[in-house]
T-cell receptor, first 114, second 113 residues
Framework: GAVVSQHPSWVICKSGTSVKIECRSLDFQATTMFWYRQFPKQSLMLMATSNEGSKATYEQGVEKDKFLINHASLTLSTLTVTSAHPEDSSFYIC??????????FGQGTRLTVV | ELKVEQNPLFLSMQEGKNYTIYCNYS?????LYWYRQDPGKSLESLFVLLSNGAVKQEGRLMASLDTKARLSTLHITAAVHDLSATYFCAVARGETSGSRLTFGEGTQLTVNP
């Protein structure tokens, strides 16, 4: 299967600081990137969709100024959680897609805001 | 709005038994995915079902898709402890490959010795 690398795998940050999460597709070109969030004991919820070189499209209820997405290349996308608060603590997962039917996920990033 | 419902949400079964997890979805789609998630981990791809009547099997797991009924099933045969995990189905929204996935609530499976 496709190789997806997401970093960091876990991060603890202080309330009010920003955290950047990277997602790389190592052996394919990701024309589209999906970012999901998963709270404990819940399912995955789509946060935003981005296409390479374009602005991201955010799902209803997701603040675009708080969750900054950059998809500047076909192999790298970043999600920056700005001014993080404890309620942003969650498991963030990326899915780079190249238009094929398969959908592989990054390893996920466990964010804890204290 | 696409809705995906799984049942049961919790399943406790004994080793050696068979059981089926159901995944219903509300709008037309011909691509359905099954994933496994272990605690603290990301998703592991199990099956991609692309057409009506598709059936795929891997080890003790078998998945099927009925697009007319908007139903997929994940059948577990002779369960073993290692199958304990949370299983998600996800449905692709949109006509083209690479479109977004909408996930079911997940089924937490516990296989007891």
């Amino acid at each position: 299967g496709a190789v997806v690398s997401q970093h960091p795998s876990w991060v603890i940050c202080k309330s009010g600081t920003s955290v950047k999460i990277e997602c790389r597709s190592l052996d394919f070109q990701a024309t589209t990137m999906f970012w999901y969030r998963q709270f404990p004991k819940q399912s995955l919820m789509l946060m935003a969709t981005s296409n390479e070189g374009s602005k991201a499209t955010y799902e209803q209820g997701v603040e675009k100024d708080k969750f900054l997405i950059n998809h500047a290349s076909l192999t790298l996308s970043t999600l920056t959680v700005t001014s993080a608060h404890p309620e942003d603590s969650s498991f963030y997962i990326c899915t780079p897609r190249d238009g094929s039917t398969e959908a592989f996920f990054g390893q996920g990033t466990r964010l804890t805001v204290v | 709005e696409l809705k995906v419902e799984q049942n049961p949400l919790f399943l406790s079964m004994q080793e050696g038994k068979n059981y089926t997890i159901y995944c219903n979805y509300s709008t037309t789609s011909d691509r359905l995915y099954w994933y496994r998630q272990d605690p603290g981990k990301s998703l592991e791809s199990l099956f991609v079902l692309l057409s009506n009547g598709a059936v795929k099997q891997e080890g003790r797991l078998m998945a099927s898709l009925d697009t007319k009924a908007r139903l997929s099933t994940l059948h577990i045969t002779a369960a073993v402890h290692d199958l304990s995990a949370t299983y998600f189905c996800a449905v692709a929204r949109g006509e083209t490959s690479g479109s977004r996935l909408t996930f079911g609530e997940g089924t937490q499976l516990t296989v007891n010795p």
